[in-house]
């Protein structure tokens, strides 16, 4: 059942840089979640630029693979926030609006996971990290449709399904892991400091949802799936564009020499 993931490594590489991106990334969004929570709208552009500073500063040490997966998770978070807080009023921003920080923000949150994925820790104990989140976030998902909670969490429930088969059929199951940790995390915080929340009932169906949902990560694993599949397919584009841009430079000089030639 878990052998997409990795066996117990006796020699895993702990990078630092892994372990600061992550670390860095938990405190930052404690931080500016707590603040927005009380801030003005000229407060969270600040906090939005400071988010962009630091996703940049970040980037610097990765290659180009992993910043167009961060160039791609944050273009298609951002359009899904935009779609599913403002249209769909699935869950609204304290000012009804998408905050700047927000896409910095997911383009922080998806380096994150990326980093904890393929950690020494993370890779050392895979397996057991795993079925702890796999209780747990199922221990949360069974008591939002008890009855116990004032109100139930229907969508908590099919999310968590959804993020199952995410982790065993998904082509990036670390990741997908490790985004359980901060996406979690920053739930948890942005709610309960009151920076957004979640509507009673779901816009579509009207399912009842919690404040977060407990399986709400799997909304991030789209996006991490979207970032990881598509950064190959746009590489790949690039490359051929570089290329023919390439062979129309080539083909001007020597179109320029032949004729220099010929007066």
Partial sequence: MFHKF???????????????IAAFTFFCVAV???????????????????????????????????????????????????????????????????????????GM???????????GFFLEHARKIAIFVITACGLWSAWGISGLPEHGDQVGALLYVVFLIYLFKGRSPMVYLAAFFITTWLE?????????????????FE????????????????????ALGGAPLFLNFFDRMGEILRQFRLGKINLKMILSKNR
Avoid at 188 to 204: Q, V
Avoid at 211 to 224: K, R
Wanted: charged share 10%.
């Fill in 188 to 204: 948890l915080i942005g709610t309960a400091a009151g920076t957004w929340h979640w509507a009673t009932l779901e816009p579509i």
């Fill in 109 to 119: 949150v998806y380096l994150t996971a990326v980093a904890l994925a393929r950690s």
């Fill in 32 to 106: 500016s979640l707590v603040i927005d929570a009380h801030g003005t709208l000229l407060l969270q552009n600040v906090l939005g630029i400071i988010a962009w500073i630091f996703l940049i500063a970040l980037l610097r040490g990765e290659n180009r693979e992993i910043r167009m997966q961060v160039v791609i998770a944050v273009a298609f978070a951002t359009a899904g926030e935009h779609f599913a807080s403002i249209y769909m009023g699935g869950y609204t921003y304290r000012l009804e609006n998408v905050p700047l920080y927000v896409p910095p923000g997911h």
């Fill in 6 to 20: 990795p066996e117990v490594s006796c020699n895993p590489v702990h990078r630092k840089r892994d372990y600061f």
């Fill in 207 to 226: 399912l009842t949802q919690g404040n977060p949902p407990s399986g709400v990560s799997a909304w991030y694993c789209l996006v991490d799936a979207v």
